[in-house]
């Protein structure tokens, strides 16, 4: 059974940066795609960033494209967001979703999530 712990989460002034954690246990292997979406009240699930385990490759939404930062740490199972230059309208709750390459794929790459298994959430506050 696939687990998702996020952490990292947080209160920021605007300009300020954070760095979120997601840890996956119970993959069956390394050819996953894992990324962040977040939902802010009241709005829809927005797809931020995706990584796909296997090269490292990466996709970004472009309300975020050079501002955030997606990596991984392979040895660890683990995926982070660095969340730089925070806006106000950054603020929702983020979760980190997984799901295998091969389910959820767009030709050769991982698309945006949400899709597969999710997180409970990581709540990113920042304020003008």
């Known amino acids: 059974q696939v687990q998702l712990a996020e952490s990292g989460g947080g209160s920021v002034q605007a300009g300020g940066s954070l760095r979120l954690s997601c840890a996956a246990s119970?993959?069956?292997?390394?050819?996953?795609?894992m990324g962040w979406f977040r939902q802010a009240p009241g709005k829809e699930r927005e797809g931020v960033a995706v990584i796909y385990m296997g090269t490292g490759s990466t996709h970004y939404d472009a309300s975020v494209q050079g501002r955030f930062v997606i990596s991984q740490d392979n040895a660890k199972n683990t995926v982070y967001l660095q969340l730089n230059s925070l806006k106000p309208e950054d603020t929702a709750m983020y979760y980190c979703?997984?799901?295998?390459?091969?389910?959820?794929?767009?030709?050769?790459?991982?698309?945006?999530?949400?899709?597969?298994?999710w997180g409970q959430g990581t709540q990113v506050t920042v304020s003008s």
């Open positions: 119970g993959l069956s292997n390394s050819r996953n795609c």
């Open positions: 979703a997984v799901a295998p390459f091969f389910v959820v794929r767009q030709g050769n790459e991982c698309p945006l999530p949400p899709f597969g298994d």
